[in-house]
């Protein structure tokens, strides 16, 4: 899919949010809509149909929600609340796709739990804040934070929806103001579903924007474009096209910078090709060797270990499993980089996963193999080689062709390295004569691999071509 400029240049700068670490999402009733789950206008239209008011010709929603209160007290709104927001278990595709990214601060003001259940299916622990008292609870070794500022469905006594609530706010829920404060000033914030109409969100902002001046961090939100086929009257495409425009505008004001959609499905687009980017900055490496071939050994072990020097030294994150005659190079290299550089953990660089040792079987090897491989965007496949434990002959890793197959099975690109020979000579092979089928439509990416892949490539060679397939991949 071809995106848009702005489009584009929100791709790159949230995707380096993620890789930095200092990524979060705000999400609105819009990210539940697809589910049936009704928006703040939909929720209120029997209680305005309680006072004799149409809810179509109200834009003062906090104030119906108040009438109602006033007049029938909190249990109608309460049960609103609680039918209305029934459990699933699985978010849209939107909320599948930022519960696998390398994202740990959720905001929302929806009652709904798809955030956090998605997150959990995901296999991530999860701290969820819906009162103060909970800001007191610790989670070791969680993945996850969601605020649920305005609270949730197993608790509509607490719900924030009439103006006592919104006026109350401050008082009642000063903690979630002042860490959304921090965050808004330290972290790059993705709006999505969100309406910017919630007076809590104005006055954080304002606050934010009074403190900072013109130096308030740049954040970014989701806006689909007026549809002119959606209007009989000119008129009135023209006047909400200025009423969008306006509001566009005065957002910028607090550092939220619209991105334009023609139509929601964009979005998921958006969202998939940064997830695809993100991946595609790890770097699987699949290897075995128990003899380097006509690279001799010396050769060999400069070549790992170079490689993955440059790889820890071009910031993208390698994933290994500690391969015979391989995983030790690899975790040199990148030690080496850590060692030389500014890092101060070795986990920014390097994802390790050894192989259990105790009772392995061929099915916990597969989940282990797989539990690394998901984590990646890109691998690649050197050597192929051990020795078989029963006639202490050579012979192919059956591993690195498992690893291969769950590869295509996940959608990471492969990249055999077939100058090295064995396995990753016969994975070249199998690759080449279908390249479309492994590999985006790019000749210099092609041409690229093709260099790789002779067999008289030397390391001073080899080492940038594979570097430049790997950066090639990150714009394609």
């Given at each position: 899919?071809i995106?848009?400029?702005?489009?584009?240049k929100f791709i790159?700068?949230?995707?380096?949010?993620?890789?930095?670490g200092n990524?979060?999402i705000?999400?609105?009733a819009?990210?539940?809509?697809s589910?049936?789950?009704v928006?703040?206008?939909?929720?209120l239209r029997d209680?305005?149909?309680?006072?004799?008011?149409?809810?179509d010709?109200?834009?003062?929603?906090?104030?119906?929600?108040?009438?109602?209160?006033?007049?029938?007290k909190r249990?109608?709104?309460n049960?609103?609340?609680?039918?209305?927001?029934?459990?699933?278990?699985?978010?849209?595709?939107?909320h599948?796709?930022?519960?696998?990214?390398?994202?740990?601060?959720?905001?929302?003001t929806?009652?709904?739990?798809?955030?956090?259940?998605?997150?959990?299916?995901?296999?991530?622990?999860?701290?969820?804040?819906?009162?103060n008292e909970?800001?007191?609870?610790?989670?070791k070794?969680k993945?996850?934070?969601?605020?649920?500022?305005?609270?949730?469905?197993?608790?509509?006594?607490n719900?924030?929806?009439?103006?006592n609530?919104?006026?109350?706010?401050?008082?009642?829920?000063?903690l979630?103001?002042?860490?959304?404060?921090g965050d808004?000033?330290?972290?790059?914030f993705?709006?999505?579903?969100?309406?910017?109409?919630?007076p809590?969100i104005?006055y954080?902002?304002?606050?934010?924007?009074?403190?900072?001046?013109d130096?308030?961090p740049?954040?970014?939100?989701?806006?689909?474009?007026i549809d002119?086929?959606?209007?009989?009257?000119?008129k009135?495409?023209?006047?909400?096209?200025?009423r969008?425009?306006?509001?566009?505008?005065?957002?910028?004001?607090?550092?939220?910078?619209?991105?334009?959609?023609?139509?929601?499905?964009?979005i998921?687009?958006?969202?998939?090709?940064?997830?695809?980017?993100?991946?595609?900055?790890n770097?699987?490496?699949s290897?075995?060797?128990?003899?380097?071939?006509?690279?001799?050994?010396?050769?060999?072990?400069?070549?790992?270990?170079?490689?993955?020097?440059?790889?820890?030294?071009?910031?993208?994150?390698?994933?290994?499993?500690?391969?015979?005659?391989?995983?030790?190079?690899?975790?040199?290299?990148?030690?080496?980089?850590?060692?030389?550089?500014?890092?101060?953990?070795?986990?920014?660089?390097?994802?390790?996963?050894?192989?259990?040792q105790?009772?392995?079987?061929?099915e916990?090897?597969?989940?282990?193999?797989?539990?690394m491989?998901?984590?990646?965007?890109?691998?690649?496949?050197?050597f192929?080689?051990?020795?078989?434990n029963v006639?202490?002959?050579?012979?192919?890793?059956?591993?690195?062709?498992?690893?291969?197959?769950?590869?295509?099975?996940?959608?990471v690109?492969?990249?055999?390295i077939?100058?090295?020979?064995?396995?990753?000579?016969?994975?070249?092979?199998?690759?080449?004569?279908?390249?479309?089928?492994y590999?985006?439509?790019n000749i210099?990416?092609?041409?690229?691999?093709?260099?790789?892949?002779?067999?008289?490539?030397?390391?001073?060679?080899?080492?940038?071509?594979?570097?430049?397939a790997?950066?090639?991949?990150?714009?394609?």
């Open positions: 899919m995106f848009t400029k702005p489009q584009e790159n700068e949230y995707v380096k949010a993620i890789q930095d990524a979060s705000f999400a609105g819009g990210l539940s809509a589910l049936g789950f928006n703040w206008k939909e929720l209680l305005a149909d309680d006072l004799d008011l149409d809810i010709k109200e834009t003062d929603l906090l104030s119906i929600a108040q009438y109602h209160f006033n007049k029938f249990t109608r709104i049960e609103k609340i609680i039918n209305e927001f029934t459990t699933l278990e699985d978010g849209s595709e939107n599948q796709i930022l519960s696998r990214l390398d994202i740990d601060t959720y905001w929302t929806n009652y709904d739990q798809l955030i956090e259940k998605t997150l959990e299916n995901n296999g991530k622990k999860v701290d969820k804040k819906v009162t909970d800001f007191s609870r610790y989670i070794r993945d996850a934070t969601v605020y649920k500022m305005h609270g949730d469905k197993d608790a509509p006594h719900a924030v929806l009439t103006k609530d919104y006026e109350d706010y401050h008082d009642n829920r000063e979630f103001s002042t860490v959304l404060r808004l000033l330290s972290k790059v993705l709006f999505i579903g969100f309406s910017f109409d919630d809590n104005d954080i902002l304002s606050r934010i924007r009074i403190l900072l001046k130096n308030t740049k954040h970014y939100c989701f806006f689909k474009e002119k086929s959606r209007f009989a009257d000119d009135d495409y023209l006047y909400a096209k200025i969008q425009d306006l509001k566009i505008e005065d957002l910028l004001r607090y550092g939220i910078h619209a991105v334009l959609v023609e139509d929601y499905p964009i998921t687009e958006i969202l998939k090709v940064i997830e695809t980017r993100v991946k595609r900055k770097i699987f490496i290897g075995s060797a128990e003899d380097y071939g006509t690279f001799g050994k010396e050769n060999a072990e400069n070549l790992i270990f170079k490689l993955s020097y440059k790889l820890a030294e071009k910031n993208y994150k390698i994933i290994s499993g500690y391969g015979l005659g391989i995983g030790s190079l690899v975790i040199n290299g990148a030690l080496e980089f850590k060692l030389n550089s500014a890092y101060r953990n070795l986990d920014d660089l390097l994802i390790l996963r050894p192989f259990p105790i009772n392995p079987t061929a916990k090897n597969t989940l282990y193999r797989e539990e491989i998901t984590q990646a965007g890109i691998a690649l496949f050197f192929g080689n051990k020795k078989d006639s202490g002959a050579l012979v192919d890793s059956k591993g690195m062709i498992e690893e291969f197959d769950l590869c295509i099975k996940n959608n690109i492969p990249i055999p077939g100058a090295t020979g064995y396995v990753a000579k016969k994975l070249w092979e199998r690759v080449f004569p279908d390249f479309s089928q590999y985006p439509d210099e990416f092609r041409n690229t691999l093709e260099e790789i892949n002779k067999i008289d490539n030397s390391n001073d060679d080899l080492i940038p071509n594979i570097l430049k790997i950066s090639l991949l990150q714009k394609v």
